[in-house]
């Protein structure tokens, strides 16, 4: 059963600084990887998507990373902004029309 | 504009009642997914449909159940609403079988039962 794992549970950091969240998931025969965003008391939005055959993906500021064989992505923000201010959730996609979650990580910006 | 909007986005309701939660894409996805985030904020899956078969997670109770009257539609019923039953409840969508086009989220439904 695939388990997928974030790590820090929370984060705060001082505005501009460039920061890592990391994600880990225990079963590599994986579709893709999506990260998303979750702001208090709002939906999902879908920030990255990287498919199986791909290493990383680049929006903006950013930037996410797969290695499958690893079991591992990163999602790096480069000079964060309080806006940057959610929750991140990564989401693995399987077979079977199935997304596993991570338990997300909470990052503060602080201005 | 909305890509997959749920209705309502608030629901109260007190125990043993039956409710029902909207969600509609337009997409054009051919599969829609009800998703239950707890109040750890875990996010996993209740349901995956398409117009060929719909996928139920094991663990979830028969008083929940998805109907599709159309493509673009997905609502979720509930039946004798239960207090551990309060949770955010999420509607998603994709365009592909085995989500190789990621998945699209709609804003979520709180769900409260007193």
């Known amino acids: 059963k695939q388990e997928v794992t974030q790590i820090p549970a929370a984060l705060s950091v001082p505005e501009g600084e460039n920061l890592v969240l990391n994600c880990s998931f225990t079963?590599?025969?994986?579709?893709?990887l999506q990260w998303f965003r979750q702001d208090p008391g709002k939906g999902l939005t879908s920030l990255l998507l990287?498919?199986?055959?791909?290493r990383e993906q680049t929006s903006g500021r950013l930037n996410a990373s797969l290695d499958k064989s690893s079991g591992r992505s990163t999602l790096y923000i480069a000079a964060s902004q309080p806006g940057d201010s959610a929750t991140y959730l990564c989401a693995v996609g399987t077979g079977a029309n199935n997304l596993f979650f991570g338990t997300g990580t909470r990052l503060t910006v602080i201005p | 504009d909305t890509a997959v909007s749920q209705t309502p986005k608030y629901l109260v309701t007190q125990m043993g009642n039956d409710k029902s939660i909207k969600c509609e894409q337009n997409l054009g996805h051919d599969t829609m997914y009800w998703y239950k985030q707890d109040s750890k904020k875990f996010l996993k899956i209740m349901f995956s449909?398409?117009?060929?078969?719909?996928?139920i997670n094991e663990t979830v109770p028969n008083r929940f159940s998805p109907k599709s009257p159309d493509k673009a539609h997905l609502n979720l019923h509930i039946n004798s609403l239960e207090l551990g039953d309060s949770a955010v409840y999420f509607c998603a969508s994709s365009q592909r079988e085995g989500s190789r086009g990621g998945y699209t989220f709609g804003s979520g439904t709180r769900l409260t039962v007193v």
């Open positions: 990287i498919q199986s055959s791909q």
């Open positions: 079963d590599s025969a994986i579709y893709n």
């Open positions: 449909y398409n117009n060929k078969e719909l996928i």
